[in-house]
């Protein structure tokens, strides 16, 4: 059974840091793209960052380009999202998905696999 599992949301306040974990499990991930996506409420989901598991290639949202970072340890099967000067509109529900075949990293609409999401709070 596949799973992906997040963890390290909180509450935090603004200019801080989180590391967002996604531990992954039940099959092999290596040709996957890795995403980060975010959910506000009452706003749509919107793409934070991805990464190619083979190879490391990076994508960021213009939003989080320069504070975020997205990681992956091919040990763990775990990929991360380290969260730096932290905005109140960074506020949201962060999730992680796993997709194969992805023609635009940034469309959730490749990710075949998500995760449950990890709420991510930040104060002003």
């Known amino acids: 059974q596949v799973q992906l599992v997040e963890s390290g949301g909180g509450l935090v306040q603004a200019g801080g840091s989180l590391r967002l974990s996604c531990a992954t499990s039940g099959r092999t991930f290596s040709s996957y793209f890795m995403g980060w996506f975010r959910q506000a409420p009452g706003k749509e989901r919107e793409f934070v960052a991805a990464i190619r598991w083979s190879g490391g290639w990076t994508y960021y949202a213009d939003s989080v380009k320069g504070r975020f970072t997205i990681s992956r340890d091919n040990v763990k099967n775990t990929v991360y999202l380290q969260m730096n000067s932290l905005k109140p509109e960074d506020t949201a529900v962060y999730y992680c998905?796993?997709?194969?075949?992805?023609?635009?990293?940034?469309?959730?609409?490749?990710?075949?696999?998500w995760g449950q999401g990890t709420q991510v709070t930040v104060s002003s």
């Open positions: 998905a796993a997709g194969l075949v992805i023609s635009d990293p940034g469309s959730a609409r490749g990710y075949e696999y």
